[in-house]
T-cell receptor
């Protein structure tokens, strides 16, 4: 089945630790995205990538880093510099970064900082 | 800058009632795309519909219908004869070239359908 997988589903981290969230897609999509969702709020874009070895900052990139070494993979690292990392993180992909393309979403990772 | 407003934070209805979710958008672009997504309790967003700015025809898909009105910058979503399985958070989103083709999401409307 084609789709997007994110792991783990739940993640707990101690303050001061970096943590990496996994996102894999087998849809052969060029573009991939990371969003953050806080309770009662919409999704906010952290980073996006249009092609392998290229990525762009979104609206709230501070404290996060990404890599895109393979077309199907777009991991997100939440660094200790992110002041309030507890949130629900969603990964998405689309055929290309164009206005009309719908994005397909993974099941999300819920990160809690203890 | 572009913006999407979903003024209804939470709505509760009884099963079989009709319900309309409001979405108002702002953009300076003449070409743009509007989307609705559903987020069930599992968390994954599910794509429902896309509409471009040049197509103001209303659309119906089963119990779902969408009313796009450029004059009022609105793209409202109606569920007819609601069911418990419709309970979810619904997001309206906007994309245009002026926003580097990124999706701008509204804050979402939590719909609860009671049996």
């Amino acid at each position: 089945d084609g789709g997007i997988t994110q792991s783990p589903k739940y993640l707990f981290r101690k303050e001061g630790q970096n943590v990496t969230l996994s996102c894999e897609q087998n849809l052969n999509h060029d573009a991939m995205y990371w969003y953050r969702q806080d309770p009662g709020q919409g999704l906010r874009l952290i980073y996006y990538s249009q092609i392998v070895n290229d990525f762009q900052k979104g609206d709230i990139a501070e404290g996060y880093s990404v890599s895109r070494e393979k077309k199907e993979s777009f991991p997100l690292t939440v660094t200790s510099a992110q002041k309030n990392p507890t949130a629900f993180y969603l990964c998405a992909s689309s055929d290309r970064v164009v206005s009309y393309n719908e994005q397909f979403f993974g099941p999300g990772t819920r990160l809690t900082v203890l | 800058a572009q913006k999407v407003t979903q003024a209804q934070t939470e709505i509760s209805v009884v099963e079989k009632e009709d319900v309309t979710l409001d979405c108002v958008y702002e953009t300076r672009d003449t070409t743009y795309y509007l989307f609705w997504y559903k987020q069930p309790p599992s968390g994954e967003l599910v794509f429902l519909i896309r509409r471009n700015s040049f197509d103001e025809q209303n659309e119906i898909s089963g119990r779902y219908s969408w009313n796009f009105q450029k004059s009022t910058s609105s793209f409202n979503f109606t569920i007819t004869a609601s069911q418990v399985v419709d309970s979810a958070v619904y997001f309206c989103a906007l994309s245009s070239s002026g926003s580097a083709r990124q999706l701008t999401f509204g804050s979402g409307t939590q719909l609860t359908v009671l049996p």
